[in-house]
């Protein structure tokens, strides 16, 4: 049986996934190294951190401007996929122009549908290869976003990128782009080449055949096998290819060009394009002294060449996977010192804020534990509100040092993934008693109707954040029953006729007696209608049916 943890979760945080948009296509470097995966599409998935209002945010963080996301805009994303990204970031930001363009046919078709289904009308799709695009029909843009496609395609599709970045990128316009990165995959791409040199066992199957090879890794590394003794960080890629979509190992693995980087040399070809390094996407990569542990971070402030810095940072941190943000800087402007943009960043709670702790956990650095009376502050101020960091910080009785902290607070909060910057103020909920939710978004209607529910997780358009608002597999079964007008013992009996159990919160195991069963799930409707459902009402995820 699958299972679904009645545990809750944070609403949004950072992610650190390595994945890449592949393609599948005659002329796919993917058909190219075996044609028998041309068949094989990339799995979907949303990445917030492509979302405007992150990139802006990255660039507030770091001193720079970026475009008013209060006017029109365009939005270009290389690579789309199946559009996962692009619809629900154009569903959330009806003011701006969506494109997507992939080499895939079958991608651009299923991308099309989603929009379709959603109504979601300011996006296109585009079926082409970027080497060939008729790029005069398309406007200049004021982001173009690239989702691991940078080093998986031939060199002479890395110069046509660098072309239509110099060419259709807006001044002041914003650049993200993530790609496989030394020196993490140094050691760990003989795993490549162990699945290269197994491509003619597939087999008709393919995902079969890619999960056997995933199993001889495993036996491998269970076995001590040298490789994995001396190179310990392979037996974790193992570890997560045992749980990863077998279609993204295909994409991943067996592409027929595939270009781990170093920072500095795809620093240097950006330049090429006019374009700046602002810095990565994850908030915690722009707070040096909490991304690294104190003596990587002493040595790290006293390098003043930032691509040095970052060459470094990747050596400390054995970085495998760089997800980084460019600007076309506007003629005669500069970074701005201080904090003056952050200051004016709208920013909002993305949890309620009794479940926002103290102690904040970053991967590669120690521990942060926030003073409660500022955290209290702050859950008090910003609570079930959405301000700019100048508004919160309004009350006279703080001392310019009180604010400082309170701004390193606030930029803690959001690196540990329980504060975001918002796209518009708040939401004001309705205060009268509701008996039906409705879903306001045509687009969340689909994406909750097409959850399936042993999915781990749901990932629906917030208009108040301008990105996407993520529930668990649990919240998602409840939002459904509520939406619906079910009651608990239906979704009981629809948990069990579709194979899936609920873990009893203290043991751990799964629950079988349907008694208990629909208690635990009483107990979890109880917090999801105090904790989760008032903060997705306050971000325009629910409203009450009319």
């Known amino acids: 049986m699958d299972q679904l943890c009645l545990a809750l979760t944070p609403v949004c945080g950072e992610t650190r996934r390595t994945v890449i948009n592949a393609r599948s296509d005659p002329g796919d470097p993917v058909v190219a190294a075996a044609p028998s995966l041309s068949n094989i599409d990339y799995p979907g998935g949303f990445y917030r951190e492509l979302s405007p209002v992150h990139l802006n945010f990255v660039c507030a963080l770091n001193g720079h401007a970026a475009p008013n996301l209060g006017e029109a805009f365009t939005y270009c994303e290389l690579g789309c996929g199946v559009g996962d990204t692009t619809t629900l970031l154009a569903a959330a930001y009806p003011q701006g122009r969506f494109v997507g363009i992939d080499l895939n046919a079958s991608h651009i078709a299923q991308a099309r549908q989603l929009a379709a289904a959603g109504q979601v009308s300011n996006v296109e799709y585009i079926a082409g290869d970027i080497a060939r695009l008729d790029t005069d029909s398309l406007p200049d843009f004021d982001y173009v976003t690239l989702h691991g496609l940078y080093a998986w395609v031939p060199p002479a599709v890395q110069e046509a990128i660098r072309h239509f970045l110099r060419d259709k990128l807006r001044p002041g316009g914003v650049v993200y782009l993530s790609y496989n990165a030394m020196p993490g995959w140094g050691s760990a791409s003989p795993l490549r080449r162990f ?39 392979t037996a974790d890629i193992v570890r997560t290819l045992e749980s990863a979509d077998p279609r993204y190992i295909v994409h991943e693995y067996f592409s027929h060009d595939w270009h781990p980087a170093y920072f500095a040399d795809v620093d240097e070809q950006l330049r090429t394009c006019g374009l700046s390094f602002v810095g990565q996407t994850g908030v915690i990569d722009s707070l040096l002294a909490h991304s690294v542990n104190p003596p990587f971070a002493e040595r790290l402030r006293d390098i003043d060449d930032r691509v040095a810095r970052e060459s470094l940072r990747d050596f400390i941190q054995n970085r495998f996977f760089r997800r980084d943000v460019y600007i076309k800087p506007l003629p005669g402007t500069l970074p701005i010192p201080g904090e003056e943009r952050f200051d004016q960043t709208l920013l909002g709670l993305i949890a309620d804020p009794v479940q926002i702790p103290s102690t904040i956990h970053f991967p590669d650095a120690p521990s942060v534990t926030l003073d409660e009376h500022r955290l209290a502050y702050v859950k008090h101020r910003l609570g079930y509100r959405v301000k700019t960091f100048a508004e919160l910080s309004d009350d006279p009785t703080l001392s310019p040092a009180d604010r400082a902290t309170l701004r390193d607070d606030l930029k803690l909060m959001a690196a540990g993934g329980f504060c975001a910057p918002c796209l518009s103020r708040e939401i004001e909920p309705s205060r009268e008693p509701v008996e039906r939710i409705a879903l306001p978004s045509p687009l969340n209607r689909v994406l909750l109707e097409r959850h399936g529910w042993s999915e781990n997780q749901l990932l629906l358009v917030s208009p108040v954040l301008g ?38 919160e203290s043991a751990g195991t799964p629950i079988e007696d349907r008694d208990a069963g629909i208690q635990a799930l009483d107990d979890a409707m109880a917090r999801f209608l105090r904790y989760k459902l008032p903060k997705l009402a306050f971000l325009g995820v629910v409203g009450a049916a009319s």
Do not use: T
Not at 214 to 233: I, K, M
Not at 471 to 480: M, S
């Open 467 to 504: 990105n996407c608002v993520a529930l668990n597999g649990i919240e998602a079964v409840l939002l459904a029953s509520l939406q619906q007008d079910r009651a608990l013992p239906w979704v009981w009996d629809r948990l069990q006729k579709n194979g899936i159990a609920i873990n009893s």
């Open 195 to 233: 699945f290269l040199d197994r491509k003619d066992q597939l087999g008709d199957d393919v995902l079969a055949g890619v999960r056997r090879i995933v199993g001889e890794l495993v036996w491998l590394r269970d076995q001590g096998a040298g490789f994995f003794r001396d190179n310990p960080v």
